[in-house]
């Protein structure tokens, strides 16, 4: 490198090292999203640049002349070598659901500061290096899922156990992320109309890049983005229209439906068909807002009206409860640290990756891109007014069912939540919406904060309602492709496990085992999606920790075979690499398990919170039309506790057995034993 390149990289270090320390010390007069971008981005660059290269070349070292499990396995439909850029958006879209959206929106109660401090730092240091070792530790082992290469690398009890997780986890996130998506899109016609028009387009892709333009992603997804666009702004005459609004209206219930069928027949198409191409388009689409967004907050410039560090920094927050530490950490997991990346890097992505080298760009690039966007989602919640944000992100048993109820609650936190029902009856209007209190989930407080920067720059409040429903199009697209690939590699891992007891179950080839592991996964997320529905508070408050938690707890599963697979690379000395983000993610993700399970506090703790509502029905406080659901309540809640428990149990074993191991192969007394796939020259250019 010559010293003008070391010069460059120097000033973009201070630069974005500048900009972090400003974002983390300014106080009274509030900052602008500006330095949170350009500071995030520079940081990014340096990342990628540098930290990505010494593990690519120094620990993993990529060999482009080995045969990938894409090129020696091709099938046509799993194993299937895919151009890196298609392949880069299909990840990126399987990976990026709406974790790096909503996890920020709502631990944005906190203040900007915590949740972006963690973002940036844990992308970085954490997240990226969980996707990129994973993703190469399985596509040395022919793309095998994490549960398999944890019985092979750590021990068959490893194995069993972790396969049984992370079944387990993946269902309670697909269930989550499907939540998410029905609150947004409930009683929602615009909105509906346009998420159902991106399957035909996606299937439209397909088809035009295998048979009519092969191999031609650019224009495909070019096309894509034409047609959905063209249903944004289509979605707007549907919900002003008599006679179609009703057609794309529904409630929660029978979106739940709508999400279970697709969920099934996005799982046993082939991928080429809707995995690919939605992937494609979804990244276009996302790639696009966000650099669009970024561009927006440079030329708009925002104030951050919400403070860096809030009231609720004391637990007493009304999204959720809990302090900082831990719950800033597994409420914000997409963005900085997610244990669902593990799952796709050791899934669908392994298997169609056609080099090696391809696995830094897909692998740590596509979880940085993440990152910034899960920045981007701070930035919306935050430049909102905080009233505004809380009035639309706190549920109705929290704050009040009726507007002029929830103002009052809101208003009297303080000064800086000041808030009348006008200004959100004045909004709503803008964007289309009827109300816009209580919408918990983020993915409305979201949209609110994009059409709010992109109507500042472009178009102003006359627009405001197309962008806010291009935003929701833009979440939604997010979560039905984590539905896509979750179910797929839900169905991958619940095929290895019944292979065990007969083996035709385990082929991935043998449509009919296909079909029934496909059922199996779908009733399994389905069945906590429908009680998520059904919750009298909406879901959101008691589902969303719980998905913290699972997530990162499969987080630190992925990183236990992260750090052997290095141990038995003989790169001990590197282990660090893997270890350190595993003992803040244990540290943090066992402490809020204790906490949600066995906390006094009936804000925080299940266990509490269902002695505290049989205490009311025992005193006959709550009505007799209310028993039902109060008693659905409690059931839910034991359900949560007796959930997250088996969960830290689980990794707990996992743990003590990646460690035993660790030190017999220090010792000397266990001969270490690489279980990667012989060694094949590719024929594959590069």
């Known amino acids: 490198m010559n010293a003008t390149k070391k010069l460059l990289w120097f000033l973009v270090a201070v630069l974005g090292a500048g900009g972090l320390a400003l974002i ?21 660059v340096i990342g990628y640049r540098f930290y990505s290269r010494f593990v690519a070349d120094r620990v993993l070292k990529l060999d482009d002349s080995r045969a990938t499990p894409a090129e020696r396995l091709e099938d046509g439909r799993d194993f299937v070598p895919t151009n890196k850029w298609v392949l880069f958006g299909h990840h990126f879209s399987a990976i990026a659901g709406p974790g790096p959206l909503v996890g920020p929106i709502l631990a944005a109660q906190f203040g900007y500061l915590p949740g972006t401090l963690w973002i940036v730092i844990g992308g970085v240091l954490g997240g990226a290096i969980q996707d990129f070792v994973i993703l190469f530790a399985s596509v040395r082992r022919d793309g095998k899922s994490l549960g398999q290469m944890a019985k092979e690398e750590i021990s068959g009890v490893a194995g069993i156990v972790a396969l049984v997780a992370v079944l387990a986890i993946l269902t309670i996130i697909i269930a989550v992320v499907g939540l998410v998506v029905v609150n947004a899109l409930k009683a929602s016609p615009w909105g509906l109309f346009t998420i159902a028009m991106t399957i035909p387009i996606a299937f439209l892709m397909g088809i035009y890049m295998r ?83 970024a561009v927006g907050i440079l030329a708009a410039r925002p ?6 560090l809030t009231r609720f920094i004391d637990g007493t927050g ?27 890097s050791s899934g669908t992505t392994p298997k169609m990756l056609s080099k090696e080298s391809q696995a830094r760009l897909i692998g740590y690039g596509s979880m940085l891109m993440e990152s910034f966007v899960a920045v981007m989602a701070m930035i919306a919640a935050c430049v909102l007014k905080p009233g505004i944000y809380f009035a639309v992100n706190s549920p109705a048993g929290i704050v009040g069912r009726l507007p002029e109820q929830a103002v009052a609650t809101i208003s009297s936190w303080g000064s800086t939540y000041a808030l009348t029902t006008q200004d959100m009856s004045e909004l709503a209007r803008n964007v289309g919406e009827t ?35 291009f935003a929701i199009m833009f979440e939604a697209l997010f979560i039905l492709t984590i539905l896509d ?95 350190g983000p595993l003992a803040w993610l244990v540290s943090a993700t066992m402490t809020a398990s204790a906490l949600k399970i066995w ?19 025992a005193s006959g406080t ?24 088996a969960f830290a149990l689980l990794v707990l074993v996992i743990l003590i057995e990646s460690g035993r191991n660790w030190w017999l192969y220090a010792s000397g007394k266990k001969r270490v034993v690489l279980c990667e796939a012989p060694v094949e020259l590719s024929k594959l250019l590069a």
């Open 24 to 44: 983390a010390t300014a106080r009274g007069e509030p900052i602008n999203a500006v330095w949170l971008v350009v500071s995030s981005a520079c940081i990014y």
């Open 211 to 293: 048979y009519l333009r092969v191999g031609r992603a650019v224009e495909a997804s070019a096309l894509g983005f034409v047609l959905v666009m063209a249903s944004v702004i289509g979605g707007r005459y549907i919900s002003e229209s008599h006679s179609l609004a009703p057609i794309f209206t529904f409630s929660a219930i029978g979106l739940a439906w709508m999400l279970v069928v697709y969920g099934f027949a996005a799982a046993v198409i082939p991928v080429w068909l809707l995995l690919a191409p939605r992937g494609a388009l979804s990244t276009f689409v996302k790639l696009g807002t966000i650099l669009l967004l």
């Open 303 to 308: 104030t951050m009206l919400m403070p860096p």
């Open 318 to 344: 009304p999204i959720f409860a809990g302090k900082i530490f831990p719950f800033c950490f597994i409420t914000i997991a997409c963005g900085a640290l997610s244990g669902f990346h593990s799952l796709i």
């Open 435 to 469: 109300t816009l209190f209580n919408r918990t989930g983020g993915a409305p407080s979201l949209a609110l904060g994009m059409a709010h920067i992109f109507s500042g720059s472009l178009g102003g409040t006359l627009v405001m309602g197309i962008w806010y429903h």
């Open 485 to 579: 690939a979750g179910t797929r590699v839900g169905r991958f891992l619940l095929q290895d496990f019944l292979g065990h007891f007969w083996k035709p179950l385990g082929r991935t080839t043998w449509f009919p085992g296909v079909l029934l592991t496909s059922g199996i996964m779908v009733a399994a997320w389905g069945y906590f999606l429908f009680q998520g529905v059904l919750d009298p508070l909406g879901g959101i408050n008691s589902l969303w920790p719980l998905f913290g938690i699972s997530n990162q707890l499969l987080a630190a599963i992925a990183l236990c075979v992260a750090t052997t697979v290095l141990i038995k690379m003989d790169k001990g000395h590197y282990s660090m690499v893997t270890m």
């Open 599 to 617: 906390s006094a506090d009936p804000a925080l703790g299940f266990l509490a919170h269902a002695r505290f509502l049989a205490g009311q029905i």
């Open 622 to 645: 709550i009505a007799a039309d209310k028993i039902t659901e109060t008693q659905r309540l409690i059931f839910n809640d034991r359900l949560d506790a007796m959930v997250t428990l």
